[in-house]
């Protein structure tokens, strides 16, 4: 071989290698799932609408796991998107709703089954104030939770009366959770997610979503 | 070396020095400033500090070995300078030195003084493991040392992806995600998990323990003073690992008194819901999760969290 195409093939396998290196870090960074971004309303407050689902559709979660999920609706289009990271602004009072397509999956350590950090130390099951939730006993009983551990923030999601197992559900009978509470001044990530090991079919109910951020965890961003 | 063995030495410089001699001479102010500087400055500094009599017996054990250590790593350095300064190559010196191997001197006083560092080192190693009662490491279920002077406060560690939990037994087994102690007096955490492998790591008291499931880890400590205390897990357990720390503190036995009685008062409708204090807990065979199951409509049958129709990969 010519030096002119040895030169030439090194110098091709380094763009090849190089490429691909940014290729795959740019896939890494740019690959995940999109934020939704939250403005306060005319009345200063931001409303964040979830779902929580069994599973969710193929359609839903193109080239991705159909898992239990979360969904957050974009407050632009009204559409399910499926995604656990969300952007609001800093000091302001956010109003959640989550609607619960799924159906029981208690707590495993009753903590959990405690309110804390919102407005007034209380969650609404449809409409009805709760503060301490038994998940094994009932009345009520868990599906999930919503915990923001760096707020102390915690909320046991109610368990839906039927299960959806499509992803983002629309029609179907459902339970409604919902919660305010403050967000700091201090703008950052808060990372958040779901205490009940619900990762059917993996070890404990530990792995898949509750590992993958864009099904049961998520980050909460504060802009300023 | 300079000299040349066929060469005859002129008059004034055929006596070698005592190099020996030098060398020692350099070393000792330098080991001895080293170890003065340790002792009293660098010492106290140590992590992880003495909020408590583990952590304060662990910055002691790594003051004593910088102590011992400073002298030996002065002297290769010393020994090292030395030897580019007056045994340098020069100019003209083509030739090797003399053979110096089988120095029986040299090889005694090595060996006696490598061996004493390093038994004594042992011997007191294996003291200040018992001493402080475990010196703040996990010791199993059935811990060796145990810590004199009545009763320790216990405090049940449970951690879970990704957050920590401390139960108080003694105050009617309360769960709560503060990690509060009370100063001068002896604690025994057990710490266990619900689902991985973590490790309970409270830096500033110089505790750290794994947590594993279905097992009873107990340590000891003894707070010495006030102040705020960092726990961080660290065993790599998952997505959010890093982010899984809490915040405690040491406080005055009467503040300690105060907070464990109120936050008892407050978190009674939960406790209530917990399951009775036991030293493990096994999250999957909950005998309640039956109930609920039922009432869900669920086929989770016999208690079990998730029933053997479930693989455990999928």
């Known amino acids: ?224 | 070396m300079t000299a040349a063995p066929t060469a005859v030495p002129a008059a004034g410089t055929g006596r070698e020095p005592n190099h020996g001699l030098r060398i020692v001479a350099i070393w000792l102010p330098i080991a001895l400033a080293a170890d003065l500087l340790i002792w009293f400055v660098w010492g106290p500094h140590l992590p992880p500090g003495d909020l408590s009599n583990s952590a304060a017996s662990q910055q002691s054990d790594l003051t004593v070995m910088a102590v011992l250590a400073a002298p030996v790593m002065a002297f290769v350095l010393v020994f090292a300078g030395y030897a580019l300064v007056v045994w340098r190559h020069r100019e003209g010196d083509d030739e090797d030195g003399p053979p110096i191997h089988g120095n029986t001197r040299v090889s005694v006083a090595w060996i006696a003084i490598t061996s004493a560092l390093v038994l004594s080192l042992a011997v007191f190693g294996t003291a200040e493991l018992v001493n402080p009662a475990g010196a703040g490491a996990g010791e199993g279920n059935t811990p060796i040392w145990k810590p004199g002077g009545g009763a320790p406060l216990q405090v049940q560690v449970i951690a879970q992806q990704w957050r920590f939990t401390y139960r108080y037994p003694q105050f009617g087994g309360f769960e709560s995600t503060t990690l509060m102690l009370p100063v001068g007096q002896n604690v025994q955490f057990n710490v266990t998990s619900l689902d991985v492998i973590h490790s309970f790591w409270a830096y500033q008291l110089g505790v750290k323990a794994d947590a594993n499931p279905d097992v009873d880890n107990v340590a000891y400590t003894r707070p010495l003073h006030t102040g705020a205390v960092t726990v961080r897990c660290a065993e790599l357990c998952g997505l959010w690992h890093a982010d899984m720390t809490t915040a405690g503190r040491v406080v005055t036995v009467a503040a300690f008194r105060g907070w464990a009685t109120a936050t008892r008062t407050q978190l009674a409708p939960l406790t209530k819901n917990l399951p009775p204090f036991t030293l493990t807990y096994d999250p999957n065979a909950v005998a309640q999760l039956g109930k609920a199951f039922q009432k869900a409509g669920l086929s989770g049958a016999g208690g079990q969290y998730y029933g053997p129709q479930y693989p455990v990969q999928p």
Not at chain 1, 183 to 193: D, H, I, L
């Open chain 1, 1 to 224: 071989m010519s030096l002119a195409a040895r030169v030439a093939t090194l110098i091709v396998a380094v763009f090849a290698v190089a490429g691909g290196a940014i290729f795959a870090v740019a896939h890494y960074l740019l690959g995940g799932p999109p934020t939704v971004d939250f403005a306060a309303g005319p009345s200063g407050q931001v409303s964040v609408v979830m779902q929580t689902d069994a599973s969710s559709s193929p359609a839903a979660v193109p080239d991705h796991p159909t898992w239990v999920s979360y969904f957050i609706r974009a407050p632009a289009t009204g559409r399910w998107i499926h995604t656990t990271l969300f952007q609001v602004p800093a000091h302001t009072r956010v109003n959640v709703t989550i609607f619960g397509y799924d159906g029981s999956t208690p707590v495993r350590n009753q903590y959990w089954g405690q309110v804390t950090g919102t407005v007034g130390g209380v969650a609404h099951y449809g409409g009805k104030p709760v503060q301490t939730v038994n998940g094994w006993n009932g009345p009520y009983l868990v599906q999930h939770t919503f915990a923001i551990p760096g707020l102390n923030l915690n909320v046991p999601v109610e368990a839906g009366p039927a299960t959806c197992t499509a992803g983002p559900c629309t029609g179907n009978a459902h339970s409604t959770t919902t919660f305010s509470f403050e967000t700091p001044a201090q703008p950052g990530a808060y990372r958040w997610q779901c205490f009940v090991p619900c990762g059917l079919s993996y070890l404990d109910g530990n792995g898949g979503p509750m590992q993958t951020i864009g099904y049961m965890t998520g980050n909460m961003q504060v802009a300023s």
